[in-house]
């Protein structure tokens, strides 16, 4: 497994502003994903981080409304950029373990957007 | 599509007894199958997880699942509750040969005691 701790826990941010989220894992780890939960929601995976790539971004979600890093093998950011009310949500990161097939989830970060 | 149910939104038990959590999945093939547990303002923990074998497996906090092929279910079990079990569980799946996880919309668990 994985211990995997996210900055902030918990955000409440104006509309039109962004906000940077912190994934560090105390481990090397070569895939690492960000989720999204919306209220009462299940998890929505946004994108996956590789390091060394560009990140992978799935249906739905854009580069420029979620721009990702992933500068080493231990560390992403998710920003969410340009916020409304609908961005409200927790959001998680994971890391890929067994070729990413087994997931081990970070605390997640509670956005509230006003 | 793939899709995951989880047909029960919520269930509540008592303290003692056991408990069984549906979840039922929709893909061509055997997936790579999952539970996790969030509770209350944590991340979600990986309870168990199914791959390939004995369609009987074991996982922490004395919880059990079983795959079904003929199916398409991998319901989970747990003989006697604890009030420490009450958070919502996710079944998740995923295609064998990739990442991309599918989760169910959860199942909220209260226990009475």
């Known amino acids: 497994s994985a211990v995997i701790s996210q900055k902030p826990s918990r955000d409440i941010c104006q509309r039109g502003t962004s906000l940077t989220i912190q994934c560090q894992v105390d481990?090397?780890?070569?895939?690492m994903f960000w989720y999204r939960q919306q209220p009462g929601q299940s998890l929505t995976l946004i994108a996956t981080a590789n390091q060394g790539s560009e990140a992978t971004y799935e249906s739905g979600f854009v580069i420029d409304k979620f721009p990702i890093s992933r500068p080493n093998l231990t560390f992403s950011t998710l920003t969410v950029s340009n916020m409304s009310p609908e961005d409200s949500s927790i959001y998680l990161c994971?890391?890929?373990?067994?070729?990413?097939?087994?997931?081990?989830f970070g605390p997640g970060t509670r956005l509230t957007v006003t | 599509a793939q899709s995951v149910t989880q047909p029960d939104i919520h269930i509540t038990v008592s303290e003692g007894a056991s408990l069984e959590l549906r979840c039922n999945y929709s893909?061509?093939?055997?997936?790579?199958l999952f539970w996790y547990v969030q509770s209350p303002g944590q991340g979600l923990q990986l309870l168990l997880k199914?791959?390939?074998?004995?369609?009987l497996v074991q996982g922490i906090k004395g919880f059990e699942a079983e795959f079904k092929r003929s199916q398409s279910s991998f319901n989970l079990r747990k003989p006697s509750v604890h009030w420490s079990d009450a958070a919502e569980y996710f079944c998740a799946v995923a295609p064998t040969g990739t990442y991309k996880y599918i989760f169910g919309t959860g199942t909220r668990l209260k226990v009475l005691a």
């Open positions: 893909y061509g093939a055997t997936p790579y």
């Open positions: 994971s890391v890929g373990l067994a070729g990413g097939q087994e997931q081990y």
């Open positions: 481990s090397q780890v070569t895939m």
């Open positions: 199914y791959f390939s074998g004995d369609t």
